[in-house]
């Protein structure tokens, strides 16, 4: 479901270190000139439902800069088993934007029955893509630890992640969790879904907009591709990852999309989408809206 406007825009995909067409592919912002509008809207609608759900906000899980998550515990859990857990991580290119803005997407879930954790990891410059990998390992080992005692079930635990957040899900997912820790299980992360995620990041240290913020060297990008890592096992419904993007989207970004399934096999990703009529950022806000194919998908993982 590739977008035809799109794709006749760029038909071809030219040298990998052509700086002119990097930009063209990656920088969202420019893509999508009204971003600013949806940046406007989540924080709005942020607020709001923080208001509204009240949780514990600013929880730490490290002693590191931005190592906070914010915790929605489930509604109507009273003499229910404990909830299944979906953990949002946000994007932002792993240089910007903030838990804060991204607590729009929560309300559905608790309705539905799910506790939510929405962690912060530090922002490039000052640490690097592996530094943030390891602080979002941190962050699910806590939520592992401790998320029983906010009525969620550290068995039951999904990761959706949104650009960045969607590189960071599947890193997630194919981590060795019993090298971190030995009170930690194989199978930490149940599944997970990336929405618009990257994950062969060599062609971003090309990308003349990220080169100052990322600073990406070969090594780091070659250690932090998940196309480039073993595919997680599937053990009972266990190790799946979703991808999806929005049709709108550049041929990079849908590149990607296809890549991580070519890269682990449909058993491990079996879906692979592009839905029409969404960019960069409307696609995420569909996450938030019962009756979406990217809601149905994330609520089909929950309850997996």
């Given at each position: 479901m590739h977008n035809a406007a799109m794709n006749a825009r760029t038909p071809t995909r030219p040298s990998p270190h052509d700086p002119a067409w990097l930009e063209s592919q990656y920088n969202n912002r420019a893509l999508v000139p009204?971003?600013?509008?949806?940046?406007?809207?989540?924080?709005?609608?942020?607020?709001?439902?923080?208001?509204?759900l009240g949780g514990m906000l600013d929880v730490r899980y490290g002693h590191g800069d931005g190592e906070t998550l914010d915790i929605f515990p489930a509604r109507r859990r009273a003499g229910r088993p404990p909830a299944p857990v979906?953990?949002?991580?946000?994007?932002?290119?792993?240089?910007?934007?903030?838990?804060?803005?991204?607590?729009?997407?929560?309300?559905?879930?608790?309705?539905?029955?799910?506790?939510?954790?929405?962690?912060?990891?530090?922002?490039?410059?000052?640490?690097?893509?592996?530094?943030?990998?390891?602080?979002?390992?941190?962050?699910?080992?806590?939520?592992?630890?401790?998320?029983?005692?906010?009525?969620?079930?550290?068995?039951?635990?999904?990761?959706?992640?949104?650009?960045?957040?969607?590189?960071?899900?599947a890193m997630m997912l194919a981590c060795q969790w019993q090298q971190v820790a030995v009170d930690l299980p194989d199978a930490l992360v149940r599944n997970a879904?990336?929405?618009?995620?990257?994950?062969?990041?060599?062609?971003?240290r090309h990308v003349p907009f990220l080169q100052d913020s990322l600073r990406l060297t070969a090594g780091d990008a070659r250690k932090a591709s998940p196309a480039l890592m073993p595919a997680p096992l599937v053990r009972s419904g266990r190790g799946h990852l979703f991808a999806v993007a929005g049709g709108d989207e550049s041929q990079e970004f849908l590149r990607h999309n296809r890549l991580i399934q070519e890269a682990w096999g449909a058993d491990v990703v079996p879906v692979s989408e592009d839905l029409p009529g969404l960019n960069h950022f409307s696609v995420l806000e569909t996450l938030a809206r019962p009756g979406q194919r990217l809601h149905a998908l994330a609520t089909e993982l929950l309850g997996g």
């Amino acid at each position: 479901m590739h977008n035809a406007a799109m794709n006749a825009r760029t038909p071809t995909r030219p040298s990998p270190h052509d700086p002119a067409w990097l930009e063209s592919q990656y920088n969202n912002r420019a893509l999508v000139p009204e971003h600013a509008r949806h940046f406007a809207d989540w924080a709005r609608t942020s607020e709001t439902a923080r208001k509204a759900l009240g949780g514990m906000l600013d929880v730490r899980y490290g002693h590191g800069d931005g190592e906070t998550l914010d915790i929605f515990p489930a509604r109507r859990r009273a003499g229910r088993p404990p909830a299944p857990v979906l953990v949002f991580i946000h994007g932002g290119y792993w240089r910007s934007l903030d838990k804060s803005d991204h607590s729009f997407l929560v309300p559905p879930f608790v309705e539905q029955g799910a506790c939510v954790v929405v962690p912060n990891y530090a922002l490039c410059p000052a640490v690097t893509i592996p530094d943030i990998v390891l602080q979002t390992v941190r962050a699910l080992a806590w939520v592992y630890r401790h998320i029983a005692v906010h009525g969620g079930d550290p068995e039951r635990i999904t990761v959706v992640g949104h650009s960045a957040g969607g590189h960071l899900a599947a890193m997630m997912l194919a981590c060795q969790w019993q090298q971190v820790a030995v009170d930690l299980p194989d199978a930490l992360v149940r599944n997970a879904l990336s929405i618009s995620g990257l994950y062969d990041l060599r062609p971003l240290r090309h990308v003349p907009f990220l080169q100052d913020s990322l600073r990406l060297t070969a090594g780091d990008a070659r250690k932090a591709s998940p196309a480039l890592m073993p595919a997680p096992l599937v053990r009972s419904g266990r190790g799946h990852l979703f991808a999806v993007a929005g049709g709108d989207e550049s041929q990079e970004f849908l590149r990607h999309n296809r890549l991580i399934q070519e890269a682990w096999g449909a058993d491990v990703v079996p879906v692979s989408e592009d839905l029409p009529g969404l960019n960069h950022f409307s696609v995420l806000e569909t996450l938030a809206r019962p009756g979406q194919r990217l809601h149905a998908l994330a609520t089909e993982l929950l309850g997996g």
